[in-house]
């Protein structure tokens, strides 16, 4: 079965510090991965997709994630912090589920607080 | 280019009622579909839909139903409501229907069954 998995349900960090934000999937086959984010009460916004272009994925508000196929990792980092950045963070993976279709499976989310 | 447009954005219904939520897809894409988000059970896919036929379709009971139209707009429908139906349902659209394809959301419908 496909699944992802979001290690932390909760990350805090001080504003200007690292963020990182873990994503596993697991697959047979080579996935199209996505993260999202979602602020209070609004829907979910695309931060950046992996379709096998290429491994290091720069998306939006200067977060990239990285793909790595050895440790079925596509993990979501920016290199400092600010305030604006504190919602919930969703990983997804789309796979086939049968002949054309494909289905988006999404983690549990991370919730992001940055502090002061 | 307008985003994908849900209405209502908020909505509350008691248990037995029937609820329809609309979705305008961003111009130009063909393929919508419809997600369940609750605090327990998180994201979850109900169906998509692709010029006017059903693609493919999660876990949920029969309760749960839509359609596409002609101009790609979309509509669910729940019936006999749940008080565990309380949930915000989100659309989404994109161009095309398979792997890879991006995938865009609303701003949501917030159900609330009491």
């Known amino acids: 079965a496909q699944s992802v998995t979001q290690l932390g349900s909760h990350v805090s960090v001080s504003e200007g510090a690292l963020v990182l934000l873990r994503c596993n999937y697991s697959s047979s086959v080579p996935p199209y991965l996505f993260w999202y984010v979602q602020y209070p009460n609004q829907g979910l916004q695309l931060l950046l997709k992996y379709t096998s272009a290429a491994t290091l994925v720069k998306g939006i508000n200067g977060f990239e994630a990285e793909f790595k196929k050895s440790e079925t990792s596509f993990h979501l980092t920016k290199p400092s912090a600010h305030m604006s950045d504190a919602a919930e963070y969703f990983c997804?993976?789309?796979?086939?589920?049968?002949?054309?279709?494909?289905?988006?499976?999404f983690g549990k989310g991370t919730l992001l607080t940055v502090n002061p | 280019k307008a985003g994908v447009t849900q209405t209502p954005r908020y909505l509350i219904k008691t248990r037995g009622q029937q609820v329809t939520l609309s979705c305008s897809p961003i111009?130009?894409?063909?393929?919508v579909s419809w997600y369940q988000q609750t605090p327990g059970q998180g994201l979850q896919f109900l169906f998509e839909?692709?010029?006017?036929?059903?693609?493919n379709k999660g876990n949920f009971p029969g309760r749960f139903s839509g359609r596409q139209f002609s101009n790609s707009r979309s509509e669910m429908n729940v019936s006999t409501l749940e008080l565990g139906d309380s949930a915000l349902y989100l659309c989404?659209?994109?161009?095309?229907?398979?792997?890879?394809?991006?995938?865009?959301f609303g701003e949501g419908s917030w159900l609330t069954v009491v």
């Open positions: 997804a993976v789309m796979l086939n589920s049968g002949g054309s279709n494909y289905k988006l499976t």
């Open positions: 111009s130009g894409h063909r393929s």
């Open positions: 839909y692709f010029s006017e036929t059903q693609r």
């Open positions: 989404a659209s994109s161009t095309g229907h398979g792997g890879g394809n991006t995938i865009y």
